[in-house]
């Protein structure tokens, strides 16, 4: 199985700054992680997935990167927004060579912009 | 955007009564999954389907619960004997073939009085 841990619950910043948000994992490196947005009583939205041996990707305001020598995965939202309000999670496959597509979720961190 | 739909959204039941939840994936997709979050708690795995049989499941997935794929587009999720701590939101999931990401549904918030 894997450990995963998201930096502190809850992260409060002002509209315009850039959010910063953590995945940590302890146990087997994976071949790929995705971020996740969830609202209040709704599911899981798919936002970036990136892959093992992609440092960085993008996607609009939108920033992940992936370093498997720290086993760290850090998302950032530049140019925040109130709408940005939401839990952010971190997801990561069961193991290495499962095509099988398992994903284990961290509890997520509760992101709230205020204007 | 094709979305992955559930029925119904909210869902009451008395203890020990037996429970369908509903769950359309996306049309092209393969492979589809049911995930589970406590109020408050990580979403977690319970089963995935391929090939109209379960690959692989969690411990939380007992005898109590079953899937089915009763035709070319709908996906279930029985628990048979509802306990209260089955009270929890149920995600179906979906996933095309030779690609990773999971579409998630909105879920049905199962309540168990």
């Known amino acids: 199985s894997q450990k995963i841990e998201q930096n502190s619950e809850a992260l409060n910043i002002q509209e315009g700054k850039t959010a910063t948000l953590t995945c940590n994992y302890t146990?087997?490196?994976?071949?790929?992680l995705q971020w996740y947005r969830q609202d209040p009583g709704r599911g899981p939205v798919f936002l970036l997935l990136?892959?093992?041996?992609?440092k960085e990707k993008r996607k609009e305001r939108l920033k992940v990167t992936f370093d498997t020598t720290l086993k760290q995965s850090l998302f950032h939202i530049t140019a925040s927004q109130p709408a940005d309000s939401a839990t952010y999670l971190c997801?990561?496959?069961?193991?290495?060579?499962?095509?099988?597509?398992?994903?284990?979720f961290g509890r997520g961190t509760q992101l709230t912009v205020w204007p | 955007e094709p979305e992955v739909t559930q029925t119904p959204s909210h869902q009451v039941t008395q203890m020990g009564q037996e429970v369908i939840l509903r769950c359309v994936p996306i049309?092209?997709?393969?492979?589809f999954y049911w995930y589970r979050q406590i109020l408050g708690q990580k979403v977690e795995f319970l089963v995935s389907?391929?090939?109209?049989?379960?690959?692989?499941k969690s411990e939380i997935f007992d005898d109590q619960f079953s899937v089915e794929r009763p035709d070319g587009s709908n996906f279930t999720l029985k628990i048979r004997s509802t306990k209260l701590e089955d009270s929890a939101m149920y995600f179906c999931?979906?996933?095309?073939?030779?690609?990773?990401?999971?579409?998630f549904g909105p879920g049905t918030r199962l309540t168990v009085l």
């Open positions: 999931a979906s996933r095309r073939d030779h690609t990773d990401t999971q579409y």
């Open positions: 146990n087997y490196s994976p071949a790929y």
């Open positions: 990136i892959r093992e041996n992609e």
């Open positions: 997801a990561l496959p069961s193991d290495r060579g499962s095509t099988l597509g398992r994903l284990y």
């Open positions: 049309s092209n997709h393969l492979y």
């Open positions: 389907f391929y090939n109209n049989e379960i690959s692989e």
